[in-house]
């Protein structure tokens, strides 16, 4: 029997979250609608035209089982264009979101005798899903007092003769942090010289919001140096603000990597919604993607604003390395310098304010690292986080005192 560990923060949300007046829990920016996608777009007639064929159009399985054709054309257009990372549309496969496509990639290429080192923290699933397969896990620990950075010495002292993959995180859930170009290029070197798989999960890819292209730092995707066994994930989800559209890729380089993708693909599905594809072809199109993704990197400007200046004036209790990408921060709560018992914290914030955190200790680590911090998401409504930053000062003024702390 496959042991598959609890996935601690989908348990910790979907147990809590009807019912939470400020539901600071999520980690996308603020969803839209297919209206929204019409307004957005410089081509409003072709988003009604997509609209009016679907009433006509046969519910078969569509016209390819790797994904609607001028899908996979707009996702290609996300990565280079001009470099080693220009990626072809046949190269890429579309999934029923992110998190199926990263089950894939796993179930495709990992299994017993394999070692897996994973970038850490990082969303569960990111490794305990190979471990579930029989693999060998070694986590590879950003280092907080290095703004979440990544030690490339610490990880060739991490490879071993069976190591098969190497997997990021880029923008990092659940610290914002992103792998800058410099060591991103690093691990790709190491990786090839090695003949090791690169996965890099980029499902917070495009959103910057604290660092643009023309900063030498600035990482592009994975795909960008030209390797040929690199393969990366993302979905509509978290930096398109479209979750509801359950529409997911995987794309490498690699045609042997992309087979075996579609073989292991085949055995969970035969295609996804002809109906979520259309309209993710519609939010990906040139003419609409560019102001959609303007409209989530200012919002999450004008938020993480906002929870800075909540920090700078709780400084005596909090504290967080500024995010870089992503609508997502980790913040770290202590009294007298000592951290906080966090699922504690959560736990009564969410009965007496009505404000919905994830615990970091419970959800990103394993029952020691990340004691006292917690997941706040920052990309929804203003007006929404500005009320649940008031209520958590009014528990921090009145009841953070009770808290106990945690145990080391």
């Known amino acids: 029997m496959v042991k598959i560990e609890p996935f601690e923060v989908d348990h910790w949300i979907l147990t809590r979250s009807t019912g939470p007046k400020y539901n600071l829990a999520h980690s996308y920016s603020l969803p839209i609608t297919i209206k929204d996608i019409k307004s957005l777009s410089e081509n409003a007639s072709k988003v009604d035209d997509i609209l009016t064929s679907l009433q006509s159009t046969p519910m078969d399985y569509g016209s390819s089982f790797t994904g609607l054709e001028t899908l ?20 890429i496969l579309t999934s029923p979101g992110a998190s199926l496509a990263n089950f894939i990639v796993f179930f495709a290429l990992v299994g017993p005798g394999d070692h897996v080192i994973v970038q850490y923290p990082t969303y569960q699933q990111l490794y305990s899903l190979p471990a579930s397969l029989g693999a060998q896990v070694s986590l590879w620990q950003a280092k907080e007092e290095g703004n979440w950075s990544l030690d490339v010495e610490e990880l060739q002292r991490l490879i071993k003769p069976n190591t098969k993959m190497i997997v990021i995180n880029n923008p990092q859930n659940p610290t914002g942090a992103i792998i800058p ?26 959103s910057f919001h604290s660092i643009t292209p023309g900063d030498p730092t600035f990482p592009p ?21 479209l979750a509801g559209i359950r529409i997911g890729w995987l794309a490498t380089h690699s045609t ?11 055995y969970a599905l035969i295609t ?19 102001n959609l993704v303007k409209r989530n990197t200012a919002l999450a400007k004008t938020n993480l604003a906002l929870v800075q200046s909540f920090i700078d004036e709780h400084s005596s209790v909090c504290g967080w390395v500024s995010p870089v990408a992503g609508p997502i921060g980790f913040i770290r709560f202590t009294r007298d310098s000592k951290p906080v018992d966090d699922v504690v914290f959560c736990t009564r914030l969410l009965e007496k304010k009505g404000i919905l955190l994830v615990p970091g200790r419970k959800c ?14 920052f990309g929804g409504d203003t007006a929404v986080l500005e009320a649940a930053l008031a209520a958590l000062g009014d528990f921090i ?12």
């Open 221 to 241: 995707s994975a795909l960008a140096y030209g390797y040929k066994n690199t393969i990366i994930t993302s979905s509509l989800s978290k930096a398109y603000s």
């Open 181 to 206: 170009n410099q060591i991103l290029s690093k691990i790709i070197q190491i990786a090839q010289e090695n003949a090791i798989t690169v996965f890099s999960d980029e499902v917070y890819r495009p």
């Open 272 to 290: 996804a919604s002809q109906i979520d594809e259309q309209i993710a072809a519609c939010a990906l199109d040139p003419s609409c993607i560019e």
């Open 397 to 408: 003024r009145d009841g953070y005192e009770g808290l106990p702390l945690a145990e080391l």
């Open 364 to 377: 990103f680590g394993d029952g020691r690292n990340f004691a006292g911090y917690v997941r706040l998401g």
């Open 256 to 266: 042997s990597i992309l087979d075996l993708c579609i073989n292991a693909r085949s």
């Open 72 to 91: 996979r054309e707009n996702i290609a257009s996300l990565y280079p264009l001009e470099s080693a990372g220009s990626i072809s549309p046949n190269n």
